[in-house]
């Protein structure tokens, strides 16, 4: 027999032992030594060790399964064990069972809480909302306030006028002057939301009935603050100061120098967050440090430009700002900001639902634009 036919018997012997145990492939490979000694052993050094590796790798594998079958006894054995000292602690309880009496064993091991807890462990609760902030400063908070009784406010502005007092001469004339004046309608309107929650959700989350107002108190300011912002962006006197050579700290006392040419007293300057800390780390010169520019103060919590306050607001669009008389802004409203609570609105009552709605009936009124400046820190 060549070594070729040898190799091709022991492939085929090989695939007969699969699922076999480990002593039968051990007399397999006995007798397929035995058998084909010679050829073997006659066989070229090549040739023999390729065939003694084949069959040492057939032998290694039922080493293995020998290793696995006696880790399985040991653990049947402890299993045996377990279950032997079970038995015994429980002998007399066992002893007695028969047909209608049930004996119930557990084999004792260590505890968890997936194994032996039975529904939830306890907890700590805190039933204050981690909420989303308000906004830093409402347009409220800088403005007038009128109240009204119906849906209109009619305001005067002046205007402009021709004419000029003087010092006439003798048996002349004096000077006359004519003021020019509007009349100018400002509508207010609604400004509401609300949110619809069930009785249970109420009866079984008691936080909601502090949460829900806070929450819709603080949406109902972001969206007036929204369109109040739109309004005083488009009434306000567009900037004429340009970004090239100038920072936004000179940028801003500009403005104020513009405003005090025309006798308004500026009271407010309002930027975004982010360049209210822009202008903190505006450099006294440049490769000097940190420092406040001149005619800046920063002192608890309050920057100042020339003595006026400088207010973050992120209602306003990146890079703009305001530099106004405040004082000449108005927040018209007919109703105020109401917050109201119904159970019996719409199929509240039998779907056991409670409805809660905010809501004001307002405007805003700029009554005199050149009191207002709006800039853009990046105007070219």
Known sequence: MTPEELRGQLETMTKGLEGKTSIEIKSAIDAFTASNKEVIETAVKGVKESLELEIKAIQDHADSLDIKLQAKDAEKAKQGDTLRKAITTNFDGIAKVKKGVTFDTKVVGNMTLGANLTGDQPRDYNFDVAMIPNQKVNVADLVGSVSISNGTYTYVRETGSEGAIGTPAEGATKGQIDYDVSMIDVNTDFLAGFTRYSKKMRNNLPFLESFVPLALRRDYWKQENANFNTVLAGAATASTELAAGQNKAEMLMSEVATLDALDYETNAIVVTASDYF?????????????????????????MRCLGIPVVKANWLAANKYFVGDWSRVNKVSTEGLSLEFSDVEGTNFVANNITARIEAQVALAVEQPAALIYGDFTAA
């Open 278 to 302: 822009s202008i903190l780390k505006i450099e006294k010169s440049t490769g000097s440090g940190y420092g406040l520019p001149f005619g800046f103060t920063y002192n608890d919590g309050i």
